[in-house]
Each structure stands twice: as structure tokens, then as C-alpha cells.
């Protein structure tokens, strides 16, 4: 098994629909975080949390949420998804040191 | 804020030629660490090289090793004898040590190799 899994790998959403992105990890790890790959803009941070109790924004936070259930569940929601937040979402884990773990994606399409 | 930028969109390299993929980054800290992702079209984010700002040493990884210049921010990526299986998204990534570690990217350099 991975040791980050994202569900779903793929999804098509219509525009308005709420959606969830779920993380699940087996590193230990307490930092996680959720990342938007978008063609020619690289990555970018949605939102990170280092535990249950520590949830921030990143970069580009407007139109999503988080829920950190447990140590090792992280999740993304889009209350009111719209076409532009049409992307491949990562979810990544950290355990110091800075090494990183990525999940395999989640690629969204709203229409 | 920090910032990456990989100035090449797309490169492209024959089979068994070496290609240099660039990046440079702005900083005002002092101890950092630099990454270099390969995105596969699985889609998978796979680590490439990493290299921590306070060693001098350049970092390689068999073929791919890069030229790491602290003073001019600078941090490319040289891959030698390129295979076909080398051809991917490339990202160069930042983070400061301590703190959030918010990986920070470029926007990517795709490698085409032709064979």
C-alpha cells in the first residue's frame, strides 16, 4: 500500500456540487499539507496542518477547506466547486528534516 | 515571500546528450534546502535530488547532479547519458529550514528526449 493515498484518482464534478478530497498517510508523519498543480503555474499551497489542533492557509485558500480527522487524515473540500478550480490536487506529508511524501493525485474536473 | 523560477517552459535533448534544466530562487534566509521533482506522466511526484544550502558540495544522484551556486541563487539541474524514460515535468522547489517547510515551486521545465 501507499504510503500516502488520495481518493479519488480522478473525478468529474458539476459546477456548484460540494466535493471532498480525502489524504490518508501510514508515515507518522505530523505535517501535512495540500498542494494545486495547474499547466505552467507548478504547484501551489492550498492549505498545510502540522497537527489535529494546527490548520493554516496557504497561498490560495478562497473556495476550500480543510478537516484534519486524525494524525493521519487530512481532507480538501470545495463547498461550491466552480470550473477554475479544474486541477490536479496533491496531498503531502512531511515528518521533518524536510522530506516529503506525495500522494499519486487527484485530478479534478468541474464542469 | 520566497520565490522559484524555471526559466525554460520546455527543453528538449537527445538520447545518451546531456541537457542542463535551470532555476533560481530568492531568498533572504540563510539555511534552506533545494529540490529537484520529476513528474512523470503517471503523474507521480518523484524526488530527483536534494540539496542543503549549508553544504557546499554539489549534490548527485548517478546521472543527475546539479550546480548549486548559493551567492547567486542559482540551482540547476544537469542530467548526463539522457534516457528516454527521462522525459517528464521537472520541478525546482524551496523550503526554509524550520518553520512550516512549505515547499515552494517553479512552475516546471518539460524535457522532451528524442530518440
Known amino acids: 500500500d501507499a504510503d500516502v493515498t488520495q481518493t479519488p484518482r480522478n473525478r468529474i464534478t458539476k459546477t456548484g456540487k460540494r466535493i471532498m478530497l480525502e489524504c490518508s498517510q501510514t508515515k507518522g508523519h505530523d505535517r501535512m499539507y495540500w498542494y494545486r498543480q495547474d499547466p505552467g503555474l507548478g504547484l501551489r499551497l492550498i492549505y498545510y496542518s502540522f497537527d489535529v489542533k494546527d490548520i493554516n492557509k496557504g497561498e490560495i485558500s478562497d473556495g476550500y477547506s480543510v478537516s484534519r480527522q486524525a494524525q493521519a487524515k487530512f481532507s480538501l473540500s470545495l463547498e461550491s466547486a466552480i470550473p477554475n478550480q479544474t486541477a490536479l490536487y496533491f496531498c503531502?506529508?512531511?515528518?521533518?528534516?524536510?522530506?516529503?511524501?506525495f500522494g499519486s493525485g487527484t485530478r479534478l474536473t468541474v464542469v | 515571500a520566497q520565490t522559484v523560477t524555471q526559466s525554460q517552459p520546455e527543453m528538449s535533448v537527445q538520447e545518451a546528450e546531456t541537457v542542463t534544466l535551470s532555476c533560481t530562487y530568492d531568498?533572504?534566509?540563510?539555511?534552506?534546502?533545494l529540490f529537484w521533482y520529476k513528474q512523470p506522466p503517471s503523474r507521480q511526484m518523484i524526488l530527483v535530488i536534494r540539496?542543503?544550502?549549508?553544504?557546499?558540495q554539489n549534490a548527485t544522484e548517478n546521472r543527475f547532479s546539479v550546480n548549486f551556486q548559493k551567492a547567486a541563487k542559482s540551482f540547476s539541474l544537469k542530467i548526463s547519458d539522457s534516457q528516454l524514460g527521462d522525459a517528464a515535468m521537472y520541478f525546482c522547489?524551496?523550503?526554509?529550514?524550520?518553520?512550516?517547510?512549505?515547499?515552494?515551486f517553479g512552475k516546471g521545465t518539460k524535457l522532451t528526449v528524442n530518440p
Open positions: 503531502a506529508t512531511s515528518g521533518g528534516r524536510n522530506r516529503y511524501t
Open positions: 531568498t533572504s534566509e540563510s539555511d534552506y534546502y
Open positions: 540539496q542543503e544550502a549549508y553544504k557546499q
Open positions: 522547489a524551496y523550503v526554509a529550514q524550520g518553520g512550516s517547510e512549505k515547499l515552494v
